[in-house]
């Protein structure tokens, strides 16, 4: 096989001679055929030494369905083997993983491999460079802009979240090979959704799922409008002659399977069901229009493809499984991140007992730049599983690192017992909770399913209404976690790029003299004074933190320890107040339904320690 | 500089302050300016004369004296011989929303976390906003798309585009944000962002007449946010989306605070005295704790009550997902 320098397209790299030890470290030399971004992305990551990680690093391949402003692209690469394989990003259609297909020529398909399930290899990221031979690689340490800044299209192997029925169910999939939904008593194959846009929405065919045309696919915004302009002024039919005695409908059941049986599709029975609705007519324009979602519901179920972003987690946990996420409305979480001021480069201290929410919510802000440390009380770790929800890119996901607060603390002041440790000895570490690149089993192929439906004929409902019962069981970690404490006594070897590890002593040495840019604080079940008096000191001058409980009380009580101590100002206790709004010509009003309560944010400023810098 | 770019300017590894820099002096809760520091300057407030010299070099965070002279009332309990004091912030979108010259009304924080939220807005995301009004909420979409993304903030207002753009040049967003002059509603967004959006805002007087252009400039999945005061927008916006646009969603968020202090409460069945100073009243609400030190009783409550003003509304936030072309008829 030809060695690089002939490839001046495509598949640029003979790997065959190249293997990693567990520390190899390669020099990054990105270059690429479009000067403009060249001189970014040198100016940025060019002479960062890159870490290749002995193990696998993430869990997804980031896939461009974005126009193509940069040549870099990442794809899915299996380091599991040691050797590297690049790839150009050209040669895959949006939303393909396998090579197969495409590669064309033979040069090509010499290098063209199956690739491995993504769920259990992760990925490093690969930039891809027209024409050079020299080649970047995986996870720098400040990396160059990604390929691929929202995913559009859905890929095989990423999570998905699908809406059945506007709203009805909500679950989240992973789009493996055999996952499959059930809806009714149907279990389809979630297949057709892989390559599909984000957005689109697909009907329930005898074949499994199908995308629907523009004409089906009505959504709740427009399906009651239709065919009212106009007529909601004067409209003069009422429910006077209504009577709920149970005989207005003449098709039966039986009559039903029938028609199901003969073929009907669901939008025919819909049909037939208000032509043999006898009191139909007699409905109000509005309430026609109520039946016949209804029905459709039934009869002819929708499935929207959604992306899982912070946003849509947020509000479909706390819309089917509150407690999961200590009751955190998706306008608090989103509060707690702009309070903190969290984007790109921020070093990031959370506190997460909202099972990984938060941490994923600022991963996802910090688009593989800075860190996310989350900390935990004692030896357990806490949950951060929903993170497996989001499509964190394994560069993402390798800014997040766990430490136990007790060697967050020790770094500020050696000797010192955290508050907060009553029983937990010191220093003892705990397995990661957490390891997404072995998240993948075939587990991952049932839906992690929140459905609590109101149709309960009609939708699967037994599926656990957590979504954690059915993620799979943690592989437990080969290398115990790094302890910090002991700083220089870690070699690099311990430097980790996967989340769920603890940070390089180097990280925690920076840490220590420059403390965090952010504290958030999201542990709705915990006394949150001792945990500020233990964090805030960890934190850089003038950095914000924002701390949520579902309970007013330790927030109040926190507040005022706050002001009495003064090490903190701007201090605002606060609740956001979110109210939706039906809008449609002629009425318009809120939502007869609002959720009252999303938690309590207390948040402020840290103050320089020796405060005063007086003038003489 | 407010918004890193680098990881060499991220907000930790610089803590000193600096000529030039951009502090948010704090004086009290609801009293912050920003101060360019400069050397030989001098701010004067009502806690005194405070020369920029004596900041540079403290670190962000540092509680700073008056030269004396000046600061005759409040503050004066820190205790120093000079007097009055105040505190020296870093920059943040957040404390910028607080101190900004109001050329128009503004978006505040609640609204502007929804949004930035709702738009799913993720670093490397490119995003229009009509108009920029006084770079509120601008500020802080810079930050979330950050490091490699950019805003393209347009508004009709030549003179208000010009102070806008100083002020993100002062703040350091040059690179993140362009500020460009055009009557959106009545052009639409240019044509080089066609399809090129991942989220756009609009905050106009008729926002119905920018969503058609809207529609060609977003990715398919992509979000648009428009915000108004009035519900009768609202109604118009809302019918101008349904073409292009579904998960057509209208919110109205507001933020409740609540003042913390300790007192005690007089006991039903004792007669006695048990009070601890006045009640609420005209106390200080949850505030600025270094200014406040009298405040340390042994056996009295923390109490909490909603502040008793507070804003009634800001405006809608309608926020739409722009359909896939796929199952649309044209783009």
Known sequence: MSGPQQWRAGLVWNPAELRFSSRSSLRFSS????????????????????????????????????????????????????????????????????????????????????????????????????????LAVAAPMDPPPPAVVIPREAWEGCSVLLDINDGDRLA???????????????????????????????????????????????????????????????????????????????????????????????????EALIANSSTFGNKTVFSQEKYKLKKQKKYAPKVLLRRPSSRSICETYFKKNPARIGFMRVDTLSLLLSIANIGAYSDVLVVDMVGGLVVGAVAERLGGTGYVCSTYVGSVLSSIDIIRMFNLSSNMVSRIVQVPLSDLCSMQSPGNTPAVLNGGSEGEVGEPVIAPDESAQVSQAQPVDTAVSDEKAQLSIDQPTDMEVSEPSLVKDENPQLDCKGGDGNSNASKSTKSGKGPSPEKMQYWKEHGFSSLIVAAPGHEVESFVADLLPLLSYSAPFAIYHQYIEPLAKCMHSLQVSKQAIGLQLSEPWLREYQVLPSRTHPHMQMNAFGGYILSGIRLCDSGEVSYQ | MMVPLDPSDKLTSRR???????????????????????????????????????????????????????????????????????????????LWTLVLSHRTQILYIADISLVVAYLELVPGCVVLESGTGSGSLTTSLARAVAPHGHVHTFDFHEQRAASAREDFEKNGLSSLITVNVRDIQGEGFPEEHHGAADAVFLDLPQPWLAIPSVGLMLKQDGVLCSFSPCIEQVQRACEAMRTHFTDIRTFEILLRTYEVRDGALKSATADEEATVGPLPQKRRKFTAPGE????????????????????????????????VYDSQTES
């Open chain 2, 292 to 323: 406040n030190t009298d405040c340390t009783q042994k056996n009295s409550y923390v109490l909490v009550r909603p502040c008793s003003t507070a804003r009634g509304h800001t405006g809608y936030l309608t926020f739409a997902r722009r359909l």
């Open chain 1, 31 to 134: 270059c690429s055929s479009r000067p403009r971004s060249l001189s970014r992305r040198h100016s940025s990551a060019r002479h960062s030494d890159l870490a290749i990680p002995s193990r696998p690093l993430g869990r997804r391949p980031a896939l461009s369905s974005s126009p193509p402003a940069t040549r870099s692209g990442r794809l899915p690469c299996p380091l599991s083997t040691g050797v590297l394989h690049l790839f150009h990003q050209r040669l895959l259609p949006r939303g393909r993983r396998s090579l197969h297909h495409h590669t064309g020529s033979s040069r090509a398909a010499s290098v063209a491999l199956p690739l491995p399930d993504p769920l259990t290899t992760g990925y490093p990221q690969v930039l891809v460079c027209q024409g050079y031979p020299q």
């Open chain 1, 172 to 270: 989240f999939f992973r789009l493996t090979p055999g996952a499959t939904v059930k809806i009714g008593n149907k279990t389809c194959s979630l297949q057709p959704l892989v390559g599909r846009p984000f957005g689109s929405v697909f009907c329930l065919s005898a074949d499994g799922l199908v995308p629907c045309t523009a004409a089906d696919a009505p959504s709740r915004d427009d399906s009651i409008r239709d065919g009212t302009n106009g007529q909601t002024l004067d409209e003069t039919r009422d429910n006077r002659s209504l009577v709920d005695n149970n005989t207005a409908q003449n098709l039966s059941s039986d009559d039903i399977e029938a028609m199901k049986r003969d073929g009907a599709t669901g939008d025919e029975i819909v």
């Open chain 2, 16 to 94: 000193f302050i600096a000529e030039g820099d951009t502090v948010v002096v704090y004086e009290r809760h609801d009293a912050m300016r920003a101060v360019a520091v400069r050397a030989g300057g001098v701010l004067q407030n009502r806690f005194g004369v405070f020369r920029h010299d004596d900041w540079i070099g403290c670190p962000f965070g540092s509680k700073v004296f008056s030269t004396g002279g000046g600061g005759v009332k409040g503050g004066g309990k820190g205790g120093k011989a000079g007097g009055g004091f105040v505190h020296l912030l870093a920059p943040t979108p957040e």
